[in-house]
């Protein structure tokens, strides 16, 4: 094996053949190298017809792995868990934290529920955060307790809020609900007395 064309391509083609293994093309590369080595056209300068097509073949089997390898991975598969995290609201305060509890079933990653605490947000905050979430117009009012139904950009959307019991007033619990083409979610909330914590629940279901 005197060719150093051949025995370049050789080298490079165990390397790639490694990485290609997982994209199924090592059976592939592993056929032509085997032809090439066992083919005695492969020591003549002036190479047979059939020794150029082996070359040629060698070739797509070095580049074909590697340019499978350079793609861009399929995107991940949307779960239930993931839509909770994208319903979470984002910190930007130092004194703010995010507690949660529950989970999603490792045999069905389409359901989803947790209850939340989340401290060093305001009820208007966490009020406005989910109106966003559902397209809708409405901002938080503190005497306005909203229940609607509506279809909003982001889909078919539900929201029905009361009035803490007493003569205290303030908002009691709050409940959003929005149904998409690929995920329902619903989620509940209060105010805690001590006026420093929101605590609800939060459930989603992929379609």
């Given at each position: 094996m005197?060719?150093?064309?051949?025995r370049?391509?050789?080298?490079?083609?165990?390397?790639l053949?490694?990485?290609?293994?997982?994209?199924?093309?090592?059976?592939?590369?592993?056929?032509?190298?085997?032809?090439v080595?066992?083919?005695?056209?492969?020591?003549?300068?002036?190479?047979?017809?059939?020794?150029?097509?082996?070359?040629?073949?060698?070739?797509?089997?070095?580049?074909?792995p590697?340019?499978?390898?350079?793609?861009?991975?399929?995107?991940?598969?949307?779960?239930?868990?993931?839509v909770?995290?994208?319903?979470?609201?984002?910190l930007?305060?130092?004194?703010?934290?995010?507690?949660?509890?529950?989970?999603s079933?490792?045999?069905?990653?389409d359901?989803?529920?947790?209850?939340?605490?989340y401290t060093?947000?305001t009820?208007?905050?966490?009020?406005?955060?989910?109106?966003?979430?559902?397209?809708?117009?409405?901002?938080?009012?503190?005497?306005?307790?909203?229940i609607?139904?509506?279809?909003?950009?982001?889909?078919e959307?539900?929201?029905?809020?009361?009035?803490?019991?007493?003569?205290?007033?303030?908002?009691g619990?709050?409940?959003?609900?929005?149904?998409?083409?690929e995920?329902?979610?619903?989620?509940?909330f209060h105010?805690?007395p001590?006026?420093?914590?929101?605590?609800?629940?939060i459930?989603?279901?992929?379609?």
């Open positions: 005197s060719d150093p064309f051949v370049g391509l050789m080298a490079v083609a165990f390397v053949n490694g990485l290609a293994f997982a994209n199924g093309l090592a059976f592939a590369t592993g056929y032509v190298l085997r032809e080595a066992n083919s005695p056209s492969h020591l003549n300068r002036n190479p047979a017809p059939g020794a150029a097509m082996t070359r040629s073949l060698l070739l797509v089997a070095l580049f074909t590697a340019a499978l390898l350079a793609a861009d991975p399929p995107p991940k598969k949307l779960t239930a868990d993931a909770v995290k994208q319903w979470t609201p984002k930007d305060k130092d004194e703010a934290s995010i507690g949660r509890t529950g989970g079933p490792k045999e069905s990653p359901v989803a529920g947790y209850t939340f605490q060093g947000m009820l208007e905050e966490v009020w406005n955060f989910y109106a966003e979430k559902c397209g809708l117009e409405e901002r938080y009012k503190e005497k306005n307790y909203l609607s139904t509506s279809t909003t950009k982001k889909g959307c539900v929201v029905s809020g009361r009035p803490v019991a007493g003569k205290s007033g303030g908002h619990e709050t409940m959003f609900l929005l149904k998409t083409a995920y329902t979610v619903t989620v509940s105010l805690d001590d006026g420093k914590t929101v605590q609800g629940s459930a989603a279901v992929l379609k």
